[in-house]
């Protein structure tokens, strides 16, 4: 059964007609038949928020939305949602260029494989003119492709490891899970070559998360498996993970440091975009679950590799403290029924489908395509009034008596103007 989790949505979909029932799959996991997916993909949500690499792709898409706006301002005559070229006033398309840079290739899909060498190459990111330019390494790991009797070539990054992290946490609970070589256990395939000593899957997810923790997560993993192997290196805990891998990179203390200071810019951007008294139970919880985030990371950082442990303990005992203290992100399924179980603290309303309104405005003034807005189906199941528009232009939907998500937000910034 597949699934997805949009981070910059905070959604996550499985490929189920059943609803998304949380609490039943607690009580018999594999009588649900969506708990295997539900599990990999609630492991990419607790990345989007409990990592620095996670955190701050968000923020840059709320740091692009509101660009976005200060340039419609700025731009005569303009007509939503016509393009507009983005500048690098505040570093944004460098920002953006250093998470394409990192983040590798999420195409490429190889069945079998076998490893034959990474090599690395230096870019130079062009900053503005007030801040000195990025020199950062990008990676690539040579494969040959079994299936093909060919090599390959992929570019190595935060999404491999993000992908093996998911996979490994759900094989622990779902050993008959069989997912593509690449991407899902490159990161061992890499191992195995390098440093094959260092096989213990706990470890192996510890070392994946301490690595998302840093701005270029391909080059702090590889460095640390080399050093790993230079030094004949294995570590007697979880704990010992990271403080192995931060030690070349400034130590534990640089590492949360940076992780509160993007959790921060991300809360604030956050209240930003959703400024308005209607949404302020939304920024209520937002700012909540990600203090409850920011505890774990501190208080528990190897938690990943605790999440569940074999077949007969598929939710252990850290997985149902998360879900009591961070609960779920908005959740739906092939009905587009759409669920959410909020922390046991929260007990007040919370809409949390806007987040999905911006990023199909932001996906409207990114390509000159008309893409409809991504909370159509939703909407329908749920009995809220759409039409023509929603499919091919949903920025006129603000002109409606009855006004939906979409129009919602262009009406909060003030774009009504721009929209003719």
Excluded at 65 to 76: R, S
Excluded at 183 to 193: A, C, F, H, W
């Amino acid at each position: 059964m597949s699934g997805y989790y949009k981070p910059n949505c905070f959604e996550l979909k499985i490929d189920t007609f059943s609803d998304i029932d949380i609490a039943k799959s607690i009580k018999d996991p594999n009588d649900c038949t969506y708990t295997s997916t539900f599990i990999h993909e609630y492991v990419h949500f607790l990345q989007s928020l409990t990592t620095t690499t996670g955190l701050y792709h968000f923020f840059l898409d709320m740091k692009e939305f509101i660009h976005y706006k200060t340039l419609m301002y700025k731009t005569d005559g303009y007509i939503f949602p016509n393009q507009i070229k983005l500048n690098n006033d505040y570093n944004l398309l460098a920002n953006r260029e250093i998470i394409v840079a990192t983040y590798g290739d999420n195409q490429i899909k190889i069945e079998n494989s076998k490893f034959i060498n990474y090599t690395h190459s230096e870019l130079t990111i062009k900053s503005n003119d007030v801040t000195p330019d990025v020199k950062l390494n990008k990676y690539e790991v040579n494969l040959f492709d079994d299936i093909k009797s060919e090599k390959i070539k992929v570019h190595f990054g935060t999404f491999h490891l993000k992908e093996y992290m998911a996979y490994a946490i759900q094989r622990k609970g779902f050993p008959e899970t069989l997912l593509d070589e690449v991407p899902y256990k490159l990161v061992e395939l890499i191992i195995k070559s390098i440093y094959p000593n260092f096989d213990n899957v706990d470890y192996i997810i510890a070392l994946c998360d301490a690595s998302l923790m840093y701005d270029n997560p391909a080059k702090l993993f590889l460095e640390s498996i080399e050093r790993m192997k230079k030094e004949n290196w294995l570590p007697q805990n979880i704990d010992d993970i990271y403080e192995f891998s931060y030690f070349s990179i400034g130590g534990s203390e640089v590492i949360i440091d940076y992780y509160e200071m993007v959790l921060q810019n991300t809360s604030l951007s956050f209240k930003g975009i959703f400024d308005g008294e209607y949404f302020q139970n939304n920024v209520k919880w937002f700012e909540y679950i990600l203090s409850q985030a920011e505890k774990l990371r501190k208080l528990n950082r190897g938690f990943f590799s605790e999440l569940t442990e074999s077949t007969d303990k598929i939710y252990t005992k850290t997985f149902i403290k998360i879900l009591n203290t961070i609960g779920t992100p908005f959740m739906l399924n092939n009905n587009f029924n759409g669920s959410m179980v909020l922390p046991d603290e929260i007990n007040y309303d919370v809409k949390p489908f806007y987040p999905s309104a911006v990023f199909s405005i932001l996906r409207n003034l990114r390509s000159p395509h008309n893409y409809g807005c991504a909370l159509k189906n939703f909407c329908d199941a749920s009995g809220i009034e759409t039409n023509d528009n929603c499919i091919n232009s949903p920025w006129l939907r603000i002109k409606d008596d009855m006004i939906c998500s979409y129009g919602h937000i262009l009406a909060l910034h003030g774009l009504k103007e721009f929209i003719k």
